[in-house]
């Protein structure tokens, strides 16, 4: 009797612990919670996402990068709000990109969140000056009164080095240019997140450069958060964090930190790969080293004391 009571006790505990437990992601900005997004043409389905788990801190300034088809544009535009995931969660500050209804989605795409796109004609309306395309995101959500709105524009293209092409049209300022604009537009509303799909993908490597400064200042500046999808090698290795996507799903990431030398004083980035565990214990190991192990269908794992051993079958 005490016996059952006891474990009935405990049962109880633990259940009550569970709930307790802060949720996944409680604390991120940006929480992709087993995202699934399928696609379906002609009778023929395609998963673009397959459980992606993804946290993102508020402040981070981080890359996404994975090969062509890995699903990163698929990952964008939900957290864009331009296209909703099939199954799994996704909240990007406190906002719910499952149940959102028309208006909330609205109120999203216009102030919770900004975006520059690969196509810098995608970013600017083609008829209006830098300094109207920025004063435009301001005079749609009512924010602020003519002067405010003013002063604000100006200071953002300060910000991004183009003060000089504020009364130009898209079509009077290099390409470089424009996708400055495009991120001081994206910022007029004051956005949680920016974020930025192959931004530099059609400028040469000094203009790419400058573009990345100009989204370094937004977020040392302003505290924006910051997610860009790039090809771009030298802009993955100047964040922080890059996320590697693989098949639907995040499969790597990469942290770099600054260390100082004890002696010297000088300092160096150090960066480490780590692979992606998912939430079911799932483990991407890369296909470089399961191949040259032979590892196949099953592998043999062992619990050391302070890691997981990975052996080859030993099957015949
Ligand atoms: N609207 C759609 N209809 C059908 N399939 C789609 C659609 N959008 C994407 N896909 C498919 O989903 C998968 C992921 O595509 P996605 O565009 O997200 O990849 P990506 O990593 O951004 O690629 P890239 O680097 O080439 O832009 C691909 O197989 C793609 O063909």
């Not at 389905?45 to 397959?50: C, D, F, I, K, P």
């Amino acid at each position: 009797m005490t016996d059952t009571t006891t474990t009935l006790a405990e049962l109880e505990r633990r259940a009550t612990s569970r709930r307790e437990r802060p949720g996944y992601g409680h604390d991120a900005l940006i929480t992709c919670d087993r995202l699934v997004r399928v696609f379906s043409t002609d009778g023929v389905e395609v998963q673009a996402l397959q459980g992606l788990d993804l946290l993102v801190q508020d402040g981070d300034l981080m890359a996404l990068v994975g090969a062509s088809g890995s699903g990163k544009s698929t990952l964008m535009n939900i957290l864009a709000g331009l296209d909703t995931p099939t199954a799994g969660a996704a909240r990007v500050a406190g906002c719910d990109l499952l149940t959102m209804g028309a208006k909330e989605r609205l109120h999203y795409r216009r102030s919770v969140v900004g975006f520059i796109w690969q196509q810098t004609a995608r970013n600017l309306l083609p008829y209006l000056t830098s300094a109207q395309n920025v004063a435009l995101p301001m005079q749609l959500t009512g924010r602020g009164k003519n002067a405010a709105r003013t002063a604000r524009v100006d200071e953002l293209l300060a910000m991004m080095g183009v003060a000089d092409c504020r009364d130009r049209r898209p079509a009077q300022i290099s390409g470089g240019q424009q996708q400055r604009v495009a991120i001081a537009v994206a910022l007029a509303n004051q956005p949680s997140v920016l974020l930025a799909d192959e931004p530099t993908g059609e400028l040469d490597s000094a203009t790419a450069d400058q573009i990345f400064g100009a989204f370094r200042r937004a977020n040392e500046e302003l505290g924006t958060t910051i997610v860009i999808v790039t090809h771009d090698q030298s802009v993955a290795s100047e964040v922080r964090r890059t996320v590697a996507i693989r098949d639907g799903r995040t499969s790597t990431e990469v942290l770099r930190r600054t260390e100082v030398d004890a002696e010297t004083g000088q300092e160096s980035v150090v960066a480490r790969e780590y692979a992606m565990l998912d939430r079911a214990g799932r483990l991407q190991l890369p296909a470089e080293y399961t191949e040259s192990l032979g590892m196949r269908h099953r592998v043999v794992l062992e619990l050391e004391q302070d890691h997981i051993g990975v052996w080859p079958d030993d099957q015949p």
